[in-house]
């Protein structure tokens, strides 16, 4: 089935640096790939999403790229802010998304030093 | 303007003992999962369903059971807990399947659960 690898686990920055958070994919006919941001305590919330016929898209400070050849999808964050510090989470659609599911991977921390 | 709802926040359980996570909806979705939560590992899949009547298993059933009764309904329940069913569980809904739309899965705020 599929898997989600996730790096790095945890990730700390100075404020105003710029932040990568890499998954590698397994299943080459995965679709689509969100992006969950889980602050301490509280629920996942999707902060971006990115389907695999376009390579990359944007959204304000945070961009997301998908290299299909690699099965890579990058999330980057720029210009990062002390409100950033939270547990991200990526995930793929196995099979093209025909089995209704979402693959997680294992969650990066990243924390934004002021 | 509720969205996902969960009951309880927290649990504290006995070896053995049984309960049912409630887990409702106000969105009109058809498509409802529950995940777990074990600490600093991502989320993993227990049952989802895609409409009332309709069940299937996730990565991780073993231990739990589902039902989906009404649209607005999914419970999770556990039989005889145990101390590796420790881990916080969100429910989750969506109006389509993954990647099919741009409508996301909504997340409830999560039951946080203890088996000692």
């Known amino acids: 089935g599929e898997n989600v690898e996730q790096h790095p686990s945890t990730l700390s920055v100075q404020e105003g640096d710029s932040a990568v958070i890499k998954c590698t994919y397994s299943?080459?006919?995965?679709?689509?790939f969100p992006w969950y941001k889980q602050e301490l305590g509280k629920r996942p919330q999707l902060i971006i999403d990115?389907?695999?016929?376009?390579g990359e898209k944007k959204d304000q400070r945070i961009a997301v790229t998908l290299n299909k050849t690699a099965k890579h999808v990058s999330l980057h964050i720029s210009e990062t802010q002390p409100e950033d510090s939270a547990v991200y989470f990526c995930?793929?659609?196995?099979?093209?998304?025909?089995?209704?599911?979402?693959?997680f991977g294992t969650g990066t921390l990243l924390a934004v030093q002021p | 303007n509720a969205g996902v709802t969960q009951t309880p926040k927290f649990r504290i359980l006995k070896i053995g003992q049984s309960m049912t996570l409630q887990c409702t909806q106000d969105?009109?979705?058809?498509?409802m999962y529950w995940y777990r939560q074990d600490p600093g590992m991502g989320l993993k899949l227990i049952y989802y369903?895609?409409?009332?009547?309709?069940?299937d298993k996730g990565e991780v059933p073993n231990g739990y059971n589902v039902s989906r009764s009404t649209t607005e309904d999914f419970p999770l329940r556990l039989e005889l807990a145990a101390p590796s069913q420790t881990s916080v569980y969100f429910c989750?809904?969506?109006?389509?399947?993954?990647?099919?739309?741009?409508?996301?899965?909504?997340f409830g705020d999560g039951t946080r659960l203890s088996i000692l």
């Open positions: 369903s895609v409409g009332a009547g309709i069940t």
């Open positions: 299943d080459s006919a995965s679709n689509y």
């Open positions: 995930a793929a659609t196995p099979y093209g998304g025909a089995t209704n599911k979402l693959i």
């Open positions: 990115i389907r695999s016929n376009v």
């Open positions: 989750a809904s969506s109006s389509s399947p993954p990647g099919s739309s741009n409508q996301p899965q909504h």
């Open positions: 969105m009109n979705h058809n498509y």
